[in-house]
């Protein structure tokens, strides 16, 4: 038998990119390849890339360049971009680089293997369509390999909201679900493999409605309850969410089902509505705090996790003071901020700019006000139980490291405890990144 080929495959950006990694590794594992942590001596480098900011995107390019000393040592080497770089900017790619042998945008994954067999002939592997078909349903996995305890599981992909600032409904195409049964497939699969938590992933999973059993549309909380009923399965989580989507079942399962963790990802952007407008956001601040007390009346201890944007076009001192006000009002456990970085195409790279210096301070006053909540919350916790599904060992001996139902890391030092137990433990303390407690 011939020796197995290697494959280094290297991920940016969003846990969609994670999964779908993990699905070409599955795909190219089917012809012969297995995963190396180096890319010295792979035979094919994959770069799975990110192009939501500017600075992502570029990131690619300095990173291809590094393999130039590899590619001219091993010319055997393969080198591909996958991901929304190579769907943004196709074959602009290989003029940039040249050596640049296959480019596969995020909606072809499953035609890989060909592309695979045309670049070792010698050939480009070019293909940024978006085909028809279910690409997972043709990502072949390999047999039952053993899972960590946790898992992605795509159930929703791409995006017609069209955000003024945002790429991704040119890079990951319309919003498509998968069908009820599939998910579902995919999910007994995971837990059979060992995974207790699944986290349902889409650019805007609370919009699923993909086909139940019966033909007619399910949505986001029924495909939930459904999986509520898989045994083994102990936790559901699911990201992201955009306001105007999160329907009363959803809510009302936030309040009801055990097995949903009480933590939800839903971004704002902004709290001034002159800049929402702008944004394309079709929501109020108002009525995205209304939208929270409602969240919360479900499930009072749930924990709150947004995006932020600054420095959009045409945003003032006044505009961000909303946004500081709307942070100061929901308490965020965590938050995730950015300054904006126009994007070619979208309608706001057209505007005027904000002053780099100006968004600059900006974004250091926020991540200032975000980093004072996310302290408080997380020494709020300390003499609190929780519940730990542990994922592996710390850094010091003996111990283990999880996350609670609020995704909080929680490190204890117990000999016992194994990767996959989930256990009560007594929050001790509150590091700036992670908790410590002892098993009850
Ligand atoms: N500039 C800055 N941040 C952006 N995001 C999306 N597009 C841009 C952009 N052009 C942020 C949003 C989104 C998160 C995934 O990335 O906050 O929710
Ligand atoms: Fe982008 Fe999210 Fe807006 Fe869709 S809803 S355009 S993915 S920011």
Same mark, same amino acid.
């Given at each position: 038998?011939?020796?197995?080929?290697?494959?280094?495959?290297?991920?940016?950006?969003?846990?969609?990119n994670?999964?779908?990694?993990e699905?070409?590794?599955?795909? =190219?594992?089917?012809?012969?390849?297995?995963?190396?942590?180096?890319?010295?001596?792979? #035979?094919?480098?994959?770069?799975?890339?990110?192009?939501?900011?500017?600075?992502?995107?570029?990131? &690619?390019?300095?990173?291809?360049?590094?393999?130039?000393?590899?590619?001219?040592?091993n010319?055997?080497?393969?080198?591909?971009?996958?991901g929304?770089v190579?769907?943004?900017?196709?074959?602009?790619?290989?003029?940039?680089?040249?050596?640049?042998?296959?480019?596969?945008?995020?909606?072809?994954?499953?035609?890989?293997?060909?592309?695979?067999?045309k670049?070792r002939?010698?050939?480009?592997?070019?293909?940024?369509?978006?085909?028809?078909?279910d690409?997972?349903?043709?990502?072949?996995?390999?047999?039952?390999?053993?899972?960590?305890?946790?898992?992605? =599981?795509?159930?929703?992909?791409g995006?017609?909201?069209?955000?003024?600032?945002?790429?991704?409904?040119?890079?990951?195409?319309?919003? &498509?679900?998968?069908p009820?049964?599939?998910?579902l497939?995919?999910?007994?699969?995971?837990?059979?493999?060992?995974?207790?938590?699944?986290?349902?992933?889409?650019?805007?999973?609370?919009?699923?409605?993909?086909?139940?059993? #019966?033909?007619?549309?399910?949505?986001?909380?029924?495909?939930?309850?459904?999986?509520?009923?898989? #045994?083994?399965?102990?936790?559901?989580?699911?990201?992201?969410?955009?306001p105007?989507?999160?329907?009363d079942?959803?809510?009302?399962?936030?309040?009801?089902?055990?097995?949903?963790?009480?933590? =939800?990802h =839903?971004?704002?952007?902004?709290?001034?509505?002159?800049?929402?407008?702008?944004?394309?956001?079709s929501?109020?601040?108002?009525?995205?705090?209304r939208?929270?007390?409602?969240?919360?009346?479900?499930?009072p201890?749930?924990?709150?996790?947004?995006?932020?944007?600054?420095?959009?076009?045409?945003?003032?001192?006044?505009?961000?003071?909303?946004?500081?006000?709307?942070?100061?009002?929901?308490?965020?456990?965590?938050?995730?901020?950015?300054?904006?970085?126009p994007?070619?195409g979208?309608?706001?790279?057209?505007?005027?700019?904000v002053?780099?210096?100006?968004?600059?301070?900006?974004?250091?006053?926020?991540?200032?006000?975000?980093?004072?909540q996310?302290?408080?919350?997380?020494?709020?916790?300390?003499?609190?139980?929780?519940?730990?599904?542990?994922?592996?060992?710390?850094?010091?001996?003996g111990?283990?490291?999880?996350?609670?139902?609020y995704l909080?890391?929680?490190?204890?030092?117990?000999?016992?405890?194994?990767?996959?137990?989930?256990a009560?433990?007594?929050?001790?303390?509150?590091?700036?990144?992670?908790l410590?407690?002892?098993?009850?």
């Open positions: 038998m011939a020796a197995p080929k290697k494959l280094y495959i290297k991920t940016y950006g969003c846990q969609m994670v999964y779908d990694s699905r070409m590794a599955e795909t =190219l594992g089917a012809q012969g390849y297995v995963e190396t942590a180096t890319p010295d001596d792979a #035979d094919m480098i994959l770069l799975n890339t990110c192009h939501i900011r500017e600075k992502a995107a570029e990131k &690619v390019y300095s990173e291809l360049g590094r393999f130039k000393g590899l590619k001219e040592a010319p055997d080497l393969k080198i591909g971009v996958a929304c190579a769907q943004a900017e196709g074959e602009e790619i290989v003029r940039r680089q040249p050596m640049v042998d296959l480019v596969v945008g995020p909606q072809s994954y499953h035609r890989l293997p060909e592309m695979e067999a670049a002939s010698g050939a480009r592997a070019l293909d940024t369509d978006f085909p028809e078909e690409k997972f349903e043709h990502l072949k996995a390999r047999p039952k390999a053993q899972r960590g305890p946790t898992a992605f =599981l795509t159930v929703q992909e995006c017609d909201k069209f955000c003024a600032f945002c790429v991704v409904p040119y890079t990951r195409g319309a919003e &498509v679900s998968r009820v049964a599939r998910i497939d995919e999910a007994r699969d995971l837990v059979e493999r060992g995974v207790k938590e699944i986290t349902l992933l889409g650019q805007n999973v609370n919009a699923y409605h993909g086909a139940g059993p #019966d033909g007619g549309d399910y949505s986001l909380a029924k495909l939930i309850w459904d999986l509520d009923k898989i #045994d083994g399965l102990e936790r559901i989580r699911f990201t992201t969410s955009h105007n989507d999160m329907s079942d959803l809510i009302a399962a936030h309040g009801e089902c055990k097995k949903l963790m009480p933590y =939800l =839903l971004p704002v952007q902004s709290g001034s509505d002159r800049i929402l407008k702008r944004m394309n956001r929501h109020t601040a108002e009525s995205y705090l939208l929270i007390e409602r969240i919360r009346a479900a499930r201890d749930i924990l709150m996790s947004g995006d932020f944007i600054v420095g959009f076009p045409e945003e003032t001192e006044e505009d961000f003071q909303a946004t500081l006000d709307l942070i100061e009002a929901v308490k965020y456990g965590y938050a995730y901020s950015f300054k904006y970085s994007r070619p979208t309608p706001a790279a057209e505007r005027q700019a002053p780099a210096d100006v968004a600059d301070e900006r974004l250091q006053r926020l991540q200032h006000l975000i980093t004072a996310q302290t408080e919350i997380q020494q709020s916790m300390v003499g609190r139980v929780v519940n730990v599904l542990f994922e592996k060992a710390g850094r010091l001996d111990q283990m490291v999880g996350k609670s139902e909080h890391a929680v490190h204890v030092t117990h000999p016992g405890i194994r990767a996959g137990d989930i009560a433990v007594e929050i001790v303390e509150a590091g700036s990144n992670s410590s407690g002892k098993i009850l």
